[in-house]
């Protein structure tokens, strides 16, 4: 249970790192013609996308050496990113959907946002699930190849 909790922790801290990183990296297209603030902007994206990639590999529950042993891990470890982002868009929709409940004037509008709430939150669901199943595949895969080698 104890390992459970931890995990949900983790994916938790990894999606909103992912989605700060591109946060972050949106507020550097607005200095694009800066190269001072671009660069500062680009570095703490880097910082970011750092801690992400540290976090992600502790949710997969790998030290890192099994991954520099394997050469795809880029693929699965691209879809794993793909499935936090697409996590964190579906939790700023059901916040919006809130929002647009609380100031919805007529039952249509708030059975409108009620429905469009449930399927980000359908949504958020299914990401984290493809997170984990990702997470399990790729922890099988790593941890097989390196116990082989």
Do not use: P, W
Not at 9 to 19: K, P, Q, R, T
Not at 131 to 140: C, H, M, Q, V
């Amino acid at each position: 249970m104890l390992e459970e909790a931890k995990l949900d922790d983790l994916f938790d801290l990894v999606a909103f790192l992912a989605g700060q990183e591109i946060h972050i990296l949106m507020q550097a297209r607005a200095v694009i013609d800066d190269r001072e603030k671009l660069a500062k902007e680009l570095e703490r994206a880097n910082i970011v996308r750092m801690m992400r990639r540290r976090y992600e590999q502790e949710f997969v529950g790998v030290t890192g050496k099994e991954e520099r042993e394997r050469t795809h891990i880029g693929e699965e470890g691209c879809d794993l990113k793909h499935c936090f982002l697409a996590f964190c868009y579906n939790a700023e929709c059901a916040q919006k959907d809130a929002r647009a409940l609380a100031e919805a004037k007529t039952e249509e509008e708030k059975n409108k946002a009620i429905e469009s709430a449930i399927t980000h939150l359908k949504g958020m669901g299914i990401f984290k699930n493809m997170a984990f199943n990702i997470r399990d595949k790729l922890r099988e895969e790593l941890l097989e190849g390196y116990h082989e080698g």
